[in-house]
């Protein structure tokens, strides 16, 4: 079995999970997140949405993460090496700042949202560019953001964005010149709600600096591997775009 083989059965069976409708558990989860949410102090929502909304400005509109120059001349295989060595690298970060800053309280955990986005963030632009894409470019950053909302994002708003991301090179140049478009509130409420649970957690004395780094270790692990299959996706989808327009008379039959 060759490597593109194997990650392809990784790929369709990723799709299957992510394709797969809301679960009576799912829903169950999902409505205790929500009645947990409505616990939640304001500030610590607050804290948590102008994080992200920053987060999302710097990404579109600034340079801040775009310090990653595209990797030319690798085979797949030996990009995907890279690209989990530094997952590891980042899960080993996000644990450690987690731990720090789990361990001096609530103001302290409260400091670890802008944190922990900006190590994701970082993450999610060198992967980019290990796998040769161009994050200069505004449709590699929106096409990141697209992975940090599927990956941190409930069951059906995951479909619905992977949804959007299918054929992504096929259909770039549909996408709006006008980033200002980007529904940063959908983006910010379903990352919020999804990580809201773990991170509370990480402001209760004495266990806080365990469960923030366990929790960080853990977002940073589901965005690296959500990370390598939205770009497994979209190799695969290149190669299918480039046979399609491949000639008929371009292929041979042999005796």
Partial sequence: MTYEQKITNELDFWKFKTLQKSSLFNKVTDSVQKKINSYIPDKIHNAITT?????????LFGSTYTTSKPVLDLTLMHREAVVKQKIETYKKTGAAEGGI??????????????LLLGIKMKMLFDIA???????KDYRERLYILHIFQLAFSSKEESRNVYLKMQNWDELAHKLPTNIDEFDWLTFQQQYRDYIDLAKLAQMVPFIGAA????????????????????????????QSIVLSHESPNDFRLTD
């Fill in 51 to 59: 994080a992200i909304k920053q987060m999302v400005k710097a990404v």
């Fill in 101 to 114: 800053t789990g361990a001096g309280g609530f103001l302290m955990s409260l400091a670890d949202f802008p």
């Fill in 211 to 238: 469960v923030g780094a366990v929790a960080n270790y853990k977002l940073i692990e589901k965005l690296g591997k959500t990370a390598m299959m939205s770009y497994r996706m979209r190799y695969f989808g290149l």
């Fill in 129 to 135: 560019a290990v796998y040769g894409y161009d994050v």
